[in-house]
């Protein structure tokens, strides 16, 4: 993998990664960034998963971000069509992260406005750090209890989950690097309330086409403004961006 530097191309190695993914070192506050693969023509999954499009360069980064991150953010939705589990760092990443004084391993925080997580999914059976669920005031009370029942931290904001409540809910449980895996509607809910400090995409060599849809969607268009903090390409094609905000620059 190398860094296109003013035309000059540089090989990146994985304490690069770190360094050129690191996240402020004192937020204060919930430092967002969103991460998504996407097709050359701008599709979202293959065959219904993000799976499908990733290679090897996205695969180590997307490792490196998992490492460096405080919390895993991901919508309900996507933590069942992804069959997610509970992140799995390596023995060297644990000690990087503790040294940092982080925990040795994010949790996975699952957004979901019902509680709509299974107590039996992978999510929670396969995770080494119970994950954390942000819901509503008004989830049902018995999948709230099944969740709690199986070792799950549930919190319950308000009526809804807008972008600015789900940060929120990250700032009182202390979670400031936070990484956003998804889906679009999520990505959406928090790009309407301008919480969204970066966006690392990656661009995979391949064309999709099919129904797919975008990795942002939300009832009504924003403009956000973004500048492009590093560009990193692979042998393969694999072109991978780090989007800062403007207003975060």
Not at 222 to 239: E, K, Q, S
Request: with cysteine; net charge negative.
């Amino acid at each position: 993998m190398q860094r296109i530097d003013n035309g000059t191309y540089l090989t990146v190695n994985s304490d690069d990664l770190v360094e050129l993914y690191a996240y402020p070192t004192d937020p204060g506050t919930p430092w967002i960034r969103v991460n998504f693969v996407v097709s050359i023509d701008g599709a979202v999954s293959q065959d219904g998963v993000s799976g499908g499009l990733g290679t090897d360069a996205d695969k180590t980064v997307f490792a490196a971000l998992r490492g460096l991150a405080d919390a895993v953010l991901v919508g309900s939705g996507t933590v069942s069509a992804e069959n997610y589990g509970g992140v799995v760092v390596s023995d060297e990443v644990r000690a990087a992260r503790v040294a940092r004084g982080q925990q040795p391993v994010p949790p996975v925080v699952v957004v979901t406005g019902s509680a709509n997580v299974d107590p039996t999914a992978a999510v929670v059976t396969d995770a080494e750090v119970p994950p954390i669920v942000l819901t509503t005031s008004d989830a049902p009370e018995d999948r709230v209890r099944a969740l709690t029942d199986a070792g799950v931290t549930v919190v319950r904001g308000g009526e809804t989950l807008s972008g600015h409540a789900v940060k929120s809910m990250l700032d009182e449980l202390g979670l400031y690097r936070v990484l956003c895996e998804g889906g679009p509607g999520l990505f959406g809910s928090l790009l309407e309330a301008d919480v969204v400090d970066e966006l690392c995409i990656t661009t995979s060599p391949t064309m999709a086409a099919g129904s797919a849809g975008r990795v942002s969607t939300s009832d009504s268009a924003v403009d956000r403004p973004m500048l492009p903090a590093h560009i990193l390409v692979d042998d393969d094609g694999t072109m991978l961006v780090r989007w800062v905000s403007n207003r975060t620059s």
